[in-house]
C-alpha cells in the first residue's frame, strides 16, 4: 500500500524510520535515494492512516523502522500475495510503474511526477508512465470545445 502510494523503491521502504515521518507537514524523508539525493516525499490520506494505525500498535520509538522486515520477508510476502491475487507475473518494482502512471493518467504534470519519483530525467519518467486508451480518448475530445469557437478562415476550419 505504501509503496503504491509513494513511489517508493523497496530499499527506500526498508530504510524508513518513524523519525523520517514529519507528521505536521504529511512528508516522508528519504534520506538514501538511489541517486544519492535526500527526497521528501508527500504522503496521502491512506499512508498517513497506515502509519497511524502501525504507530498505535507498536508503540515504537524514533529510529524504530516502520518495517521491520528484511528484503527475503518481504519478497516472500509479497510473492504470496502476488500470487493468491492472481497477478502473476508482478514484481514489487511494478507498484512504482503503476504510482507513476496513476499519476499521469490523472492528469499530473511530469515534472511532478519525476520529482515525487525521484527520476533524473524525463526519459525514465516516461518510461514509468503508461496512458490507458481511455486517457488518450478523453485528451482528443478535450479539442472539441475549440470546435465550438468560429473559424476566422473557411480554409482553416476545412483543416
Known amino acids: 500500500i505504501t509503496a503504491m502510494h509513494t513511489g517508493l523503491r523497496q530499499g527506500e ?6 523519525a523520517d515521518i514529519d507528521w505536521h507537514v ?25 502509519f497511524s ?9 524514533p ?20 500470487k493468491a491475487a492472481g497477478l502473476h507475473p508482478f514484481r514489487f518494482h511494478d507498484l512504482r510503474h503503476t504510482f507513476c502512471s496513476r499519476l499521469v493518467q490523472k492528469g499530473v504534470p ?15 519518467t516516461l518510461r514509468y508512465s503508461h496512458l490507458t486508451e481511455q486517457n488518450k480518448a478523453d485528451a482528443v475530445v478535450l479539442l472539441e470545445a475549440a470546435r ?4 476566422r478562415e473557411p480554409s482553416a476550419a476545412a483543416s
Do not use: C
Open 26 to 50: 504529511g512528508v516522508l524523508t528519504i534520506h538514501e535515494t538511489k541517486a544519492g539525493e535526500r527526497r521528501r516525499v508527500p504522503m496521502n490520506s491512506i499512508v498517513v492512516g497506515l
Open 110 to 124: 511530469l515534472t511532478v511526477v519525476r520529482d515525487l519519483a525521484g527520476h533524473s530525467d524525463f526519459k525514465l
Open 13 to 18: 521502504l526498508l530504510r524508513l524510520t518513524w
Open 148 to 151: 465550438q469557437a468560429p473559424a
Open 63 to 82: 529510529l524504530d523502522p516502520i518495517f521491520p522486515h528484511d528484503v527475503r520477508y518481504l519478497r516472500r510476502a509479497f510473492d504470496k500475495a502476488v
Open 53 to 61: 494505525e502501525l504507530k498505535e500498535q507498536r508503540s515504537p520509538s
